[in-house]
């Protein structure tokens, strides 16, 4: 399968070039060199979509471009200012974007390093803002596109021990809510997709696998959630949570009072077999 590499970090810039076969328009998937961004990656191929996959890992794109049809393949870090100006060069227009790229970490904010937290909003809110206004004015101008923005069930509550992913959740569904609204009637979609826990290497990646939220639990594949997040971008809707379970808990945090559910929170996210506030 041929594929275009452009390794940001290196200066090498190559224009992107056409996939193969019927092309229902380029679309733009962030964090695609596993889990969640992967498997919506190979959705997309199947529909027929040009494809631009971005993330760090040369291998795991390389890989992955090998079973697809004639992707793009961007090799760049979204978290710093020059990796998301350079995609945003040497990408001028798609018609789907997927922000899918980011990252958590579990433990007290006060003994994580600091360079990881302000790391974390960096990929996970402002790669989003810079690409959602990279290419946002030329679908309004088109009056057509889709945009799904990555959020969580984890957006709908503050979340001890995992402080700053929670927030960064939480900002990218409100903003996303808002900028749906704004482009609402205009031809273009905006999409909040909240997943729950799901199994991918995020949980190993955050240091979170021995928490109550996960420990022992039989998890949704990325395989299911990226079939129900693309689902959701293709009917529009502005937030969509997949499953009854994490509907109700989004849902709860409405109706519960703050104290009880920042309590709740951290119980489940401390480790199985702690008391509550025992995390170190």
């Known amino acids: 399968m041929s594929k275009t590499l452009i390794r940001l970090q290196q200066g090498t810039m ?63 870090d979204l978290a710093t200012a020059e990796g998301r100006a350079r995609v945003a060069e040497e990408v001028t227009s798609v018609d789907i974007l997927i922000n899918n790229a980011g990252f958590g970490e579990c433990g007290l904010f006060a003994e994580i390093d600091e360079r990881r937290s302000v790391s974390m909003v960096e990929l996970n809110c402002e790669a989003v803002v810079s690409l959602t206004r990279t290419y946002l004015p030329a679908m309004l101008e088109r009056g057509a596109g889709k945009i799904m923005n990555i959020a969580s069930t984890a957006a709908f509550q503050p979340g001890p021990t995992m402080a700053v992913y929670y927030a960064s959740k939480a900002f990218v569904l409100s903003f996303t809510e808002a900028v749906a609204e704004e482009v609402r009637g205009s031809g273009v979609t905006v999409t909040a997709f909240c997943p729950g826990a799901f199994a991918s290497g995020f949980q190993d990646a955050a240091n979170a696998g021995s928490t109550r939220l996960i420990k022992g639990r039989k998890l949704p594949t990325s395989a299911e959630l990226a079939a129900a997040g693309v689902a959701a971008m293709d009917r529009g809707n502005v937030v969509h949570v997949p499953g009854l379970v994490n509907k109700v808990t989004a849902s709860s945090s409405r109706f519960t009072p703050r104290p009880l559910m920042r309590r709740i929170v951290r119980y489940i996210q401390d480790e199985a077999g702690d008391s509550i506030g025992s995390r170190r």
């Open 14 to 76: 190559v224009q992107p070039g056409r996939a193969g076969g019927v092309n229902m328009g380029r679309a733009l998937v962030t964090g695609a060199s596993s889990g969640l961004g992967r498997e919506m990656a190979t959705i997309l191929d199947r529909q027929g979509h040009e494809l631009v996959l971005v993330a760090r890992s040369e291998a795991a794109l390389d890989e992955l471009a090998g079973t697809l049809r004639s992707p793009t393949v961007i090799i760049a």
